[in-house]
């Protein structure tokens, strides 16, 4: 067959490292990005970018070590370039706290991430209401600056991106060959799918360049992030709520609950409040289907429902989607083949 066409629905995070991969697994591809929504105005503008697992109940372990794995490796080896500045990739070190000692107190990533330890007693001394830490160095992405990168990558390679709203995957079959679905929060409608919902995740961007580590609560609930030109304080994880708009007693809540693992953030200035809707699922989608109609056949490759983990896997599930569209390609040119004979 010709030059497979290949869509990719979505420009977030996953959706345009999906395409990124597609193009560099299989280069006869033509590649385009469809997507309602473009960087600065994407859920994943609001991340905050951490490396650090998030972790899914239903995805075993293996398959979420590998996709982080091969996340880390990837944004390492563009921290260690020329790139790094443009792509908003940089290494940060800092402490995961707990108010009691975690049941598991070596995490899966503990051997990817670089230099994990316990922290010691003196550490310990910085964080009166905690009994137990982990201190490591990670990467953080500036998450608006890396999908400007992911996006200069692409139209490099040749790939078309429109604005275009998707209200039904079927659409799309007489001018693509191969769909995939990398649109977060919108597959529950798109495709229907019940099992995805929302984590409402509320941050705040601030001015404080004197805070140079990060600090975790080990419930996962309040963080300091610091980035290259900001800090993010989080945060909240509102199950089933699709409110976008800034809570002002949540915003006050955020900031008491940063001041007390970090006192000097009194001292933050110019703080701006952002709202995002995390893609839930108990398991992230990462499968291939075969939509038919009337005996037309459309395949189509999922890859959605990374909640509040997207940036620590989404290079590793991008790479087994692109696998995945490699398979359909294959299968179409081995029909096409037959249909030769």
């Known amino acids: 067959m010709a030059s497979p066409k290949v869509a990719v629905v979505g420009a977030g995070v996953i959706g345009l490292s999906t395409a990124l991969c597609i193009t560099e697994t299989c280069p006869s591809c033509s590649v385009t990005v ?140 007489s001018e693509y060959d191969i769909v995939v679905n990398c649109t977060g929060m919108g597959a529950h409608q798109l495709v229907g799918d019940k099992q995805l919902f929302p984590v409402r995740g509320q941050v705040l961007k601030v001015h404080a360049p004197w805070v140079k580590q990060f600090i975790r609560d080990g419930d996962g609930l309040t963080y300091i992030y610091p980035g290259i030109h900001r800090v993010t304080l989080g945060g909240t994880r509102e199950k089933g709520s699709w409110s976008l708009s800034p809570d002002a007693n949540t915003t006050r809540d955020i900031l008491d609950r940063c001041c007390s693992l970090e006192p000097s953030l009194q001292g933050a200035q110019d703080i701006e409040v952002k709202v995002g809707l995390r893609p839930s699922r108990l398991c992230v989608r990462v499968q291939r289907e075969v939509l038919s109609q009337g005996g037309v056949k459309l395949p189509v490759v999922h890859n959605y429902g990374h909640g509040a983990g997207g940036f620590s896997v989404h290079r590793g599930t991008a790479n087994e989607a692109a696998h995945l569209v490699g398979e359909c390609i294959s299968a179409l040119q081995g029909s096409s083949s037959r249909a030769k004979l």
């Open 34 to 173: 469809l997507s309602d929504q473009f960087s600065p105005n994407t859920t994943s503008d609001v991340a905050a970018g951490m490396l650090i697992p998030h972790t899914y109940p239903d995805t075993p372990i293996h398959r979420q070590k590998q996709w982080f794995k091969e996340t880390f490796t990837y944004l390492f080896a563009i921290s260690n370039s020329a790139e790094a500045s443009e792509a908003g990739i940089h290494l940060v070190s800092g402490w995961q706290v707990f108010k009691s000692v975690p049941k598991e107190e070596l995490p899966f990533w503990s051997d990817i991430v670089l230099g994990f330890r316990a922290m010691s007693e003196a550490e310990l001394l910085k964080f009166p209401q905690h009994r137990f830490g982990q201190a490591f160095t990670t990467l953080k992405c500036d998450c608006p600056s890396y999908l400007l990168w992911l996006e200069k990558r692409l139209k490099a390679a040749g790939t078309q991106m429109y604005t275009r709203k998707v209200a039904d995957l079927w659409e799309l079959h």
